[in-house]
């Protein structure tokens, strides 16, 4: 069982930058594909970026591609999701999963292990 604890969440003006962290209790980090996702109102819950468990690769939705990049520290069991150049559309509430398989990906579907997620707002 890992429980997942997301922190960094918080009200920014647009152009702002904000580092997310997803802190992994209960098993190591360092074997699981790492995932963020986010919800804003309303809307379904969407698939933001992924990286892979040795941190070598990554990919990203094509809305934050260029402006968020994900990077973890295994010997700190922390992922981290740094979002620069923030847009109002990047309001939500952000999530951190952990999949098992140790790929990740964009599908909810993979991941075993969500956090409880923190609120990020982008004010104009």
């Known amino acids: 069982q890992v429980q997942l604890v997301e922190s960094g969440g918080g009200l920014v003006q647009a152009g702002g930058s904000l580092r997310l962290s997803c802190a992994a209790s209960?098993?190591?980090?360092?074997?699981?594909?790492m995932g963020w996702f986010r919800q804003a109102p309303g809307k379904e819950r969407e698939f933001v970026g992924t990286i892979s468990r040795s941190g070598g690769s990554a990919y990203y939705a094509d809305s934050v591609k260029g402006r968020f990049t994900c990077s973890r520290d295994n010997a700190k069991n922390t992922v981290y999701l740094q979002m620069n150049s923030l847009k109002p559309e990047d309001t939500a509430v952000y999530y951190c999963?952990?999949?098992?398989?140790?790929?990740?990906?964009?599908?909810?579907?993979?991941?075993?292990?969500w956090g409880q997620g923190t609120q990020v707002t982008v004010s104009s």
């Open positions: 999963a952990a999949d098992r398989s140790g790929w990740g990906g964009a599908s909810r579907a993979r991941y075993d292990y």
């Open positions: 209960g098993r190591t980090l360092s074997t699981y594909g």
